[in-house]
């Protein structure tokens, strides 16, 4: 018997985070052992009159074509690759990581080959999915490789990803359509604001240039969990979108890699210099991948105050209540954002030991709580 939760979070990401509708193809994808949670899934496709094609992707396959492929093999893309993202028209992926540190060992420059040459279907994607042509949503299978990253049990990792998405509620939906409404509280006041600075104790001040973007609700229907509000800088401004210097909080993992201890500055839209303790090399490495990848492509709130711990999984944590993340790489076209990249990769500072955010000279957030009292808050 499957846990009722898996059940549960089926009914959320395909009635509410992508509203199936009949006759669509709906890709669900992940490795096998996710296999509780697709089953779980492919049944509320098939109830709400939809198509489900199932993609499993073995983690065990990545590592054997870092391992093999030549140069024309990392830089091939299949043809029919391109044709599922440009025609599928749901796509619900699983995250199911069975061991997060087996590309660790791979050569960064193979892995920024074989990211460089999907870029235009990571373009596609973003183009489709701006224009509402696909609907797409992520959501984390708790395994024990992520639970032994985030340092808990493999129960105590469950909880803690089913509670992050309010699945031990009785009606799940409804509390996600109440932070909605909470969440559009802040997209609202942002609209049409110009300039956000974020800035830490520890170093942080990023200004970014949001004037003429588009301001973001994410509440559920594209990551689940969810809880931000996000945009793009408007990197066509006469500063360039973005200045400043960003001190990550806690270590970025990207392709099983940590790294540890990031400082970038940016000037004029562009990163001009990298800081890691730890693996700077494959960071540089992913930062010079193609012209965009230097760029700031997403800048973002997390509000989503059930989520209060790191645990090296980027979907948790950049929601963690009272933070931000900036996204170095492709943007969002319906933020307004241009940035073109094969590279997106969110980072994550924290503002709960006394950092701020200030839009247009106004603080709105405080040691990681908003000032506002009907905004999400822990």
């Not at 985070?17 to 006759?23: D, E, M, R, S, W």
């Not at 001040?205 to 408007?234: A, Q, R, S, Y």
């Not at 993340?325 to 319906?334: D, L, R, W």
Request: charged share 25%; proline share 4%.
């Amino acid at each position: 018997m499957r846990d009722p939760r898996l059940d549960k979070l089926a009914k959320v990401l395909v009635e509410y985070a992508t509203n199936v509708q009949p006759g669509q193809l709906v890709r669900i994808g992940g490795d096998p052992v996710a296999l509780p949670l697709i089953e779980a899934i492919y049944e509320h496709v098939l109830q709400a009159g939809a198509h489900p094609f199932v993609k499993l992707t073995p983690d065990s396959l990545q590592d054997i074509f870092f391992a093999l492929a030549d140069e024309k093999q990392l830089q091939y893309v299949s043809p029919l690759a391109k044709y599922e993202i440009e025609t599928i028209d749901v796509s619900i992926g699983l995250w199911a990581d069975t061991n997060t540190k087996s590309l660790s060992m791979i050569d960064p420059a193979r892995q920024s080959k074989a990211s460089a040459a999907r870029k235009q279907i990571m373009k596609t994607f973003m183009e489709r999915a701006a224009k509402k042509e696909l609907h797409w949503t992520g959501t984390l299978f708790p395994t024990l490789a992520l639970a032994q990253d985030a340092e808990m049990s493999l129960r105590q990792y469950e909880d803690f990803v089913f509670n992050a998405g309010h699945l031990d509620k009785a009606d799940p939906v409804t509390e996600w359509r109440t932070i909605e409404a909470r969440q559009q509280k802040v997209v609202d006041y942002l609209a049409g604001k110009k300039q956000v600075r974020f800035w830490t104790p520890n170093g942080t001040d990023l200004t970014v240039t949001v004037d003429g973007m588009k301001w973001i609700n994410c509440c559920g229907h594209e990551n689940f969990p969810d809880g931000e509000v996000f945009t793009g800088p408007n990197l066509q401004a006469d500063d360039g979108g973005v200045n400043g210097v960003v001190r990550y909080s806690f270590p970025a993992v990207y392709h099983g890699r940590e790294v540890h201890d990031i400082e970038l500055t940016f000037e004029k839209g562009r990163v001009t210099d990298i800081k890691a303790s730890k693996n700077r090399d494959f960071l540089v490495a992913m930062l010079d991948q193609d012209e965009g990848a230097r760029g700031l492509g997403e800048i973002a709130i997390g509000t989503n105050y059930n989520i209060t711990r790191y645990s090296k999984s980027t979907l948790l944590d950049e929601k963690i209540g009272g933070t931000f993340h900036a996204a170095v790489g492709a943007g969002y076209p319906e933020t307004g954002n241009s940035n073109d990249s094969a590279l997106h990769w969110d980072m994550v500072c924290d503002l709960r030991p006394g950092g701020t955010i200030t839009v247009d000279s106004e603080v709105i957030l405080r040691d990681g709580q908003f000032v506002f009292d009907d905004w999400p808050g822990g």
